[in-house]
């Protein structure tokens, strides 16, 4: 069973900057699987934000490509979303999740593909 712990959120004005962490534990875990953020908007369905595979690739939903940046440290086992020029439309809870061994190049993996979820971090931004 693999645990994940996220941190980082916060409130923040819009235009600011947030780092959010997820520290992945665990006996089953590996820096070789894939890994996601997703995000729970208020009154919305939980949508993923970006994503990130086996061999580094690394994907987007269109709303925050140039701002949001996913990223692993494999020494620390933990996952990044550094989050710059917020949007009170970015406001929500944030996940991370992983999942076992998979390559998607070209799209955002699908939660399907996930199978440990962490706890959540809210992130707020006013405007």
């Known amino acids: 069973q693999v645990q994940l712990v996220e941190s980082g959120g916060g409130s923040v004005q819009a235009g600011g900057s947030l780092r959010l962490s997820c520290v992945a534990s665990?006996?089953?875990?590996?820096?070789?699987?894939?890994m996601g953020w997703f995000r729970r908007c208020p009154g919305k369905e939980r949508e993923g934000v970006a994503s990130?595979?086996?061999?580094?690739?690394?994907n987007y939903i269109d709303s925050v490509k140039g701002r949001f940046t996913i990223s692993k440290d494999y020494a620390k086992k933990t996952l990044y979303l550094q989050m710059n020029n917020l949007k009170p439309e970015d406001t929500a809870m944030y996940y991370c999740?992983?999942?076992?061994?998979?390559?998607?190049?070209?799209?955002?993996?699908?939660?399907?593909?996930?199978?440990?979820w962490g706890q959540g971090t809210q992130v707020t931004v006013s405007s």
């Open positions: 999740a992983t999942g076992g061994y998979a390559i998607w190049r070209t799209s955002l993996i699908p939660e399907a593909a996930y199978s440990s």
């Open positions: 665990g006996h089953t875990y590996t820096n070789y699987f894939v």
């Open positions: 990130i595979d086996s061999d580094l690739n690394t």
